[in-house]
């Protein structure tokens, strides 16, 4: 008798449709599992530090608002440290924004840091004054908020 005759025909596994296949199973290398439970707990680790630092901020974004009602509630108002608190508050509301994308999405919102470093300088160049800074400062500074604004507008930062 052959043995590969049509007429013993060897017995085959049968086949199940494609959408019953089960998925390959991935072997398990101990190692991965490893850098995996890592990743995750650095992760988590991150977040509790993103929480504190958003906490710290609302603590500094709370004494902000109080000395800013004092300032305003005196009988005469010096509008620079005013305009400076001010601008402070919003640099402050911009880095927590900042906090609040990088818990939602896990990465760091380059042009919200971007906005937040022009009103950054801006804040400093009111706050010293135009006159008192030189004008290789003042170049150096129109400068840098030209390029910010630069990138913000044509370095395609903003999502979507």
Do not use: C, K, W
Not at 56 to 68: D, Q
Not at 96 to 125: F, G, K
Not at 142 to 150: D, H, I, N, P, Y
Request: aromatic share 6%.
């Amino acid at each position: 008798m052959d043995p590969f005759s049509a007429e013993n025909p060897a017995p085959r596994p049968e086949r199940r449709p494609d959408h019953e296949q089960e998925p390959p199973v991935e072997p398990s290398v101990p190692f991965t599992q490893i850098h995996r439970f890592l990743r995750s707990s650095l992760e988590h680790a991150q977040d509790v530090i993103v929480l504190g630092l958003a906490l710290v901020l609302f603590g500094i974004m709370a004494r902000t608002l109080f000395t800013l009602a004092l300032q305003v509630l005196q009988p005469v108002i010096d509008f620079r440290p005013v305009l400076g608190e001010t601008l402070f508050m919003m640099i402050l509301i911009e880095l927590l924004r900042l906090l609040v994308v990088y818990l939602r999405d896990h990465h760091v919102a380059v042009d919200v840091m971007v906005e937040t470093s022009i009103v950054a300088t801006l804040r400093e160049v009111i706050l010293r004054g135009v006159v008192e800074l030189s004008p290789f400062a003042i170049l150096a500074i129109a400068v840098f908020v030209v390029a910010l604004g630069l990138l913000l507008r044509f370095g395609d930062l903003r999502e979507g």
